[in-house]
């Protein structure tokens, strides 16, 4: 808990509010509880360019913001008004030569351009994989020597942003809290990489790191008081909210209101264009091929019962063996949730099917409990294993071996 009263709260968008729209449910719905005189102005701050967070929040994912911070700081849109900060830009021509630093990337071994969707004139984007950080002071060091003044930040072990000097995620944010009158002892983040880190370093500032954040941000913040989650994505930044006061509690993880339709249709699909943007046609080729087969595999599992744990015709069975010749609560469950978006009969049926003969699983399991229990009241000398009277937890494996009865 916190005694500064937080009056902005800024949070970077994919991998931290975005990525589970259940949580990001949460986080909206939340965010509308609030009262209005309670609630924090909010900035989005995030690596796309405010364009597409505009379209994106088009689709009602997400509480519209007071502000948007795009491009990793090359852009602040007003949200109230409805216009960017147009002045803000002008801090940018010193010692930005866009082509120049086009001419220098393109030559450096491993690069890729990102699409043009990702870029704008203030914005350099590339691919670089796996770069280990000398690789990046020499890249630092040839735009220096080539007498450019940008700001070079590598995040997620993949994306190279190129960006005017001095510009990043925290300068933005920091440029808006100035023109907005926001100390930033006032101001809470939320982030999951290394472009996030420059808004945690503001002086003053508070920071919710989320659980499934990248080493690099541990790394940036280590010597920082932020609070580490405990959960991903928004559910971790809504469990930081609620650590400095700003929401009362928590929601539950069970609860959503989302919907179906509501879903983001591009969450339906395995791999964007966008991100397939980054590999050859051989790797596109071998993820093909490793989706052929995984259908192959599956269809192999459905057997009368539901999805089996082991393909019976596949399998020989030896010793112990012959309880994966079974539904699984856990593998059925798992099976089902990741075939979900098939638009297959036989998948489709099988799914239904693990449904009904793990709910009469669960259900004999239950009867058969409470039979052992009034036994117990009955002869209070039996006496049974601990683990047979406990109710089973939420998402306890239940084992049980319905496959056996074909
Ligand atoms: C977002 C942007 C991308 C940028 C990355 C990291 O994914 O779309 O251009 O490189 O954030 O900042």
């Known amino acids: 808990m916190t005694t500064e009263k937080i009056q902005l709260f800024g949070s970077d968008l994919d991998g931290t509010l975005l990525g589970n729209p259940e949580a990001a449910r949460r986080f909206k719905d939340a965010w509308e509880a609030l009262p209005r ?143 907005i009158n926001v100390p930033l002892v006032n101001v809470l983040v939320a982030g999951d990489t290394g472009n996030d880190s420059s808004m945690f370093l503001l002086p003053g500032v508070k920071g919710i790191v989320v659980e499934n954040a990248q080493p690099e941000l541990y790394e940036a913040v280590v010597k920082l008081p932020t609070f580490s989650a405990s959960q991903v994505l928004a559910d971790g930044v809504l469990e930081g909210l609620k650590n400095f006061g700003v929401i009362p509690e928590a929601p539950s993880l069970e609860s959503s209101t989302l919907r179906g339709h509501e879903m983001d249709p591009t969450l339906r699909m395995l791999f964007t264009e966008a991100a397939l943007g980054t590999l050859t046609s051989e790797e596109r080729q071998l993820i093909c091929a490793g989706y052929d087969q995984a259908l192959i595999a599956l269809r192999k599992n ?79 000398g039996l006496r049974f294993p601990r683990r047979i009277l406990r109710p089973p937890p939420a998402g306890d494996e239940l084992a049980e071996c319905a496959g056996q009865q074909q």
């Open 37 to 179: 005189r309670q609630r924090p102005l909010l900035c989005y701050n995030s690596g796309r360019l405010v364009q597409d967070v505009i379209d994106l929040l088009a689709t009602g994912c997400l509480f519209w913001p007071d502000y948007i911070i795009g491009g990793v700081g090359t852009q602040i849109y007003d949200g109230r008004q409805k216009r960017s900060f147009s002045e803000y830009n002008r801090v940018f021509s010193k010692g930005w030569d866009l082509k120049r630093i086009e001419q220098i990337l393109s030559l450096f071994p491993g690069v890729t351009r990102q699409p043009p969707q990702f870029l704008h004139p203030y914005k350099s984007s590339w691919y670089l994989h796996q770069a280990p950080p000398e690789v990046i002071e020499n890249l630092k060091r040839q735009l220096a020597d080539a007498g450019l003044e940008v700001t070079v930040v590598y995040s997620s072990m993949r994306d190279l942003d190129v960006l005017p000097a001095k510009t990043n995620k925290g300068s933005a944010l920091q440029w808006l809290c100035d023109k």
């Open 302 to 380: 459905i057997t009368p019962l539901g999805f089996s744990a082991c393909s019976l015709d596949d399998n020989e069975v030896t010793g112990t063996d012959v309880n994966y010749r079974s539904v699984w609560a856990r593998d059925g469950a798992i099976t089902l949730v990741c075939t979900i978006e098939l638009e297959d009969a036989d998948v489709r049926a099988a799914q239904k099917q693990t449904l009904k003969t793990l709910h009469l699983l669960d259900r004999q399991r239950t009867v058969g409990r409470h039979r052992l229990l009034l036994l117990r009241q009955q002869n209070p």
